[in-house]
């Protein structure tokens, strides 16, 4: 009786339902705006609602010189041209090409409001009070903030909330640079013989390093040639550079990218001690001093104090720097001591220094410049957003080379972690050109301390 009921409603004809998508408001906070500055545009078939509150805080950033201040006044001008085409009511929202419609929210911001439990005495608690007013209206809110106690406070509220996934990419899933392939032992001794190997075309990734290993215990280090589509040996090392070897085989296959004019973009990633900026430096040295094939290094790291910016510290932009560039000179120092010997380091470093061959300069400023032909290295790049690196990169111009190194484990910037940050965003939008090289280095050389403390701690 079951089965016959069954077959007498499946007889029946069905009409399918409408399936309704439901519309979206996704109150955006001034942090997304400053990490993303094109954050109004992705937000498909939805509406985007920019608070008053953050409208002024964009102002009062962008008179900053730094890059939150140009992404301060890059969205305040985007706002404002969707004003000026006369696309329609920013008040009561303006539909944009990409689809969503963007209002800004000005109601009077009364002193209390019934049901809503945080002091109006921040500017983060006004921003979850407009959320809050617009869902009592009857929208689907969701409240999109770089910041996690914001998020914390909505989802106490009963807000909905997320971070920025956008220019997010996963850490844990990161490109290595090098893997380590099983092969048998006549395959390593082809290798050794012929010096190439032949590789499946869309096996590798172009300049990917591979430790072939055999059970017979034989191997051999090589890197792809995307070319070629053959496995070739790494650049031959006749001596030291500037003092440096190789400790491990993540740090030849560093060295190996760091010298190739071919590779333009090069990314070191890797906990405290692996030796990312010593490799780096004593790579450049070797290009522009011994080499000539460059005509200065740049070395630039992201001003992030706990305090206020470069600014406030007294003295020259060479006497601010020289604080926040103090490891640099420590691993230059110590090349200098490796190359000349231990008494005649600092004479060495004098001399690198009064070249004019090496040029410290803070990101902030290299904003607007055009950089041909420089060894550029940027140290710590995990502090900075996509769109820092992205401006850093294409400042570059013909002839240069750029090394960024950093740990994406040590963020010190507020509302950047390690998925979000600029370091790893490089590496999986460049990870398949021809220009480009990666290597993680998992081995902290720096002392046995330091190894064990990066182990155990």
């Known amino acids: 009786m079951i089965v016959a009921q069954r077959l007498h409603r499946s007889s029946e004809p069905t009409v399918p339902?409408?399936?309704?998508v439901s519309r979206k408001t996704f109150v955006i906070d001034t942090n997304v705006l400053i990490h993303d500055p094109t954050a109004i545009q992705k937000f498909q078939d939805n509406d985007v609602v920019i608070p008053l509150v953050v409208l002024e805080e964009l102002d009062?950033?962008?008179?900053?010189?730094?890059?939150?201040?140009?992404?301060?006044?890059?969205?305040?001008?985007?706002?404002?041209?969707l004003k000026g085409e006369k696309m329609g009511d920013l008040h009561s929202g303006v539909l944009i090409p990409e689809g969503p419609r963007v209002r800004i929210h000005l109601d009077a911001k009364p002193e209390r409001?019934?049901?809503f439990p945080l002091p109006l005495d921040r500017s983060s608690n006004k921003f979850l009070l407009v959320a809050y007013l617009l869902k009592e209206r009857g929208e689907s809110v969701v409240i999109v903030s770089k910041d996690f106690v914001t998020r914390v406070k909505a989802e106490a509220m009963d807000l909905e909330s997320e971070d920025y996934e956008n220019l997010k990419t996963s850490y844990e899933a990161m490109y290595r640079g090098l893997r380590k392939i099983e092969v048998q032992k006549r395959d390593i001794d082809f290798f050794y013989k012929d010096g190439t190997l032949p590789a499946a075309e869309g096996s590798f990734r172009p300049?990917?390093?591979?430790l072939l290993a055999s059970p017979e215990k034989s191997s051999a280090v090589c890197k792809y040639s995307d070319k070629a589509k053959k496995l070739e040996p790494l650049l031959h090392i006749a001596r030291d550079i500037w003092g440096i070897q190789p400790l491990n085989i993540e740090q030849r296959c560093a060295i190996d990218l760091l010298l190739r004019d071919d590779i333009q973009l090069v990314t070191l990633v890797g906990p405290a001690g692996t030796g990312k900026t010593l490799l780096a430096l004593a790579c450049g040295m070797r290009k522009v001093f011994d080499e000539n094939s460059y005509a200065r290094i740049l070395i630039s790291r992201p001003i992030v104090p706990l305090g206020k910016d470069i600014g406030y510290l007294?003295?020259?932009?060479e006497e601010k720097l020289y604080h926040w560039m103090q490891p640099i000179y420590d691993n230059l120092e110590f090349l200098c001591s490796s190359t000349s010997g231990e008494g005649n380091g600092p004479a060495t470093l004098e001399f690198i220094m009064e070249s004019k061959k090496i040029e410290m300069e803070a990101v902030t400023y290299i904003r607007g410049r055009?950089?041909?032909?420089?060894?550029?290295?940027?140290?710590?790049?995990?502090?900075?957003?996509?769109?820092?690196?992205?401006?850093?990169?294409?400042r570059a111009g013909k002839g240069t080379k750029v090394i960024l190194t950093g740990d994406a484990t040590q963020i010190d910037n507020p509302y950047l972690d390690k998925d979000s940050n600029g370091l790893t965003y490089i590496v999986n939008r460049f990870k398949n050109h021809r220009i480009y090289g990666h290597m993680f280095l998992e081995r902290t050389e720096r002392s046995e301390l330091a190894s064990i403390a990066a182990e155990i701690l």
């Open 17 to 20: 339902k409408e399936k309704k």
């Open 60 to 81: 009062s950033l962008k008179r900053h010189s730094d890059e939150s201040g140009k992404n301060s006044r890059e969205v305040i001008r985007y706002i404002d041209s």
């Open 113 to 115: 409001v019934e049901g």
């Open 207 to 210: 300049n990917e390093y591979a």
């Open 314 to 317: 007294p003295g020259t932009k």
């Open 370 to 394: 055009s950089l041909p032909k420089m060894y550029m290295i940027i140290d710590e790049a995990q502090n900075l957003t996509p769109h820092e690196v992205k401006t850093i990169i294409s």
